[in-house]
Nanobody, 131 residues
């Protein structure tokens, strides 16, 4: 099995920064696509960013382009989400998820797929941005 654990969330004022981590353990060769998602109470889950673990294409939601950056450290089996210029509307529970996909489908699946498309999910980390 694969276990994903998010960390790095917290409370920050608007304009501040946070870096989220998604650390994987277990059968890590079972996936090649990692996505970050967020969900606020009463709202749909939305895809935020994605990356291939082999250094392929990355993808971002329009709402975070230019502010968020997804990176990876394969030696640590960890994917990061650097969040800068945070806004109150970024407040949500943030989750990472992983799946094995053919090339070119990672962001599309994060953006338009369902939770069942990702067999591995973390427990989430809360991000709260105050104005």
């Amino acid at each position: 099995q694969v276990e994903l654990v998010e960390s790095g969330g917290g409370s920050v004022q608007a304009g501040g920064s946070l870096r989220l981590s998604c650390a994987a353990s277990g059968v890590t060769w079972s996936y090649n696509c990692v996505g970050w998602f967020r969900q606020a109470p009463g709202k749909e889950r939305e895809g935020v960013a994605s990356t291939y673990t082999n250094g392929g294409n990355t993808g971002y939601a329009d709402s975070v382009k230019g502010r968020f950056t997804i990176t990876r450290d394969n030696a640590k089996n960890t994917v990061y989400l650097q969040m800068n210029s945070l806004k109150p509307e970024d407040t949500a529970m943030y989750y990472c998820a992983a799946v094995y996909l053919p090339s070119g489908l990672c962001w599309s699946t994060v953006e338009h797929g369902t939770s069942r498309d990702f067999p591995y999910w973390g427990q989430g980390t809360q991000v709260t941005v105050s104005s």
